[in-house]
């Protein structure tokens, strides 16, 4: 638990304050009051009340990345819910939208901006850094399972002609899916060839060296 103080002339003033500054509803913390001066007599000095707002650093993750998200999916025009769950140990926020083609884009590239967009901010927020996946229709998992066929298929290809064969321009994500999938395989060698956003994966036969990313 995380927590911060704050002070007002009621307790539902500085409450208010707190809940501010930390993005979160009134139900996802915990309130104690630890100072409290009262006016003399009901009239003299000036009553101020100082409490302790303690709170899951997670839920604040949460708030803050699906009131972002939610923000830019609304600019968008974009008809949509957002759900919050947990995967690999990272806040993954998936998009419920009949427009799940236009979130995930051409080869992926709008859901990966939203994805890069969302840790960006969430780590600014938080002041460290924080990982958040941004997913609709299962995409990720979808893709995920592609690129390893592919893989595969390519490097059955390769065992079956001998000949060594070039996949089409990756990003470094989707190349590691492929040097992982393909790793433990005895007979072929994955080697990454070019640069920037033409970078992609050689598979050949396998005759020694080093796997590169």
């Keep these: 638990m995380e927590w911060i103080e704050e002070e007002g002339k009621t307790?539902?003033?500085?409450?208010e304050k707190a809940l501010s500054k930390i993005g979160l509803p009134e139900e996802k913390v915990e309130v104690e009051v630890i100072q409290e001066n009262k006016k003399k007599f009901g009239i003299i000095g000036t009553r101020r009340v100082k409490i302790k707002v303690s709170y899951d650093p997670r839920d604040r993750v949460v708030v803050i990345a699906k009131e972002n998200l939610e923000e830019i999916l609304h600019k968008m025009d974009l008809t949509c819910v957002v759900e919050e769950a947990e995967r690999n140990g990272s806040l993954c926020l998936n998009i419920i939208s009949p427009q799940s083609a236009l979130i995930i884009g051409k080869r992926g590239e709008t859901i990966d901006a939203l994805q890069y967009l969302?840790?960006?901010?969430?780590?600014k927020k938080m002041s460290q850094k924080v990982n958040v996946i941004?997913?609709?229709?299962?995409y990720r998992e979808k893709h995920v399972d592609k690129i390893e066929k592919l893989?595969?298929?390519t490097a059955d290809e390769v065992r079956s002609t001998g000949r060594a064969a070039f996949l089409?321009?990756?990003?470094s994500r989707d190349r590691r899916?492929?040097?992982?999938?393909?790793?433990?395989?005895?007979?072929?060698?994955?080697?990454?060839?070019?640069?920037?956003?033409?970078?992609k994966i050689k598979i050949s036969p396998r005759a020694g060296g080093e796997v590169e990313e």
């Design 118 to 123: 969302m840790s960006r901010i969430v780590s």
């Design 177 to 199: 899916i492929v040097h992982l999938t393909l790793q433990d395989d005895k007979d072929v060698n994955t080697l990454s060839k070019g640069e920037g956003p033409r970078r």
């Design 134 to 138: 941004v997913d609709t229709e299962n």
């Design 168 to 171: 089409a321009p990756m990003n």
């Design 11 to 15: 307790r539902s003033e500085a409450l």
């Design 151 to 153: 893989a595969r298929k």
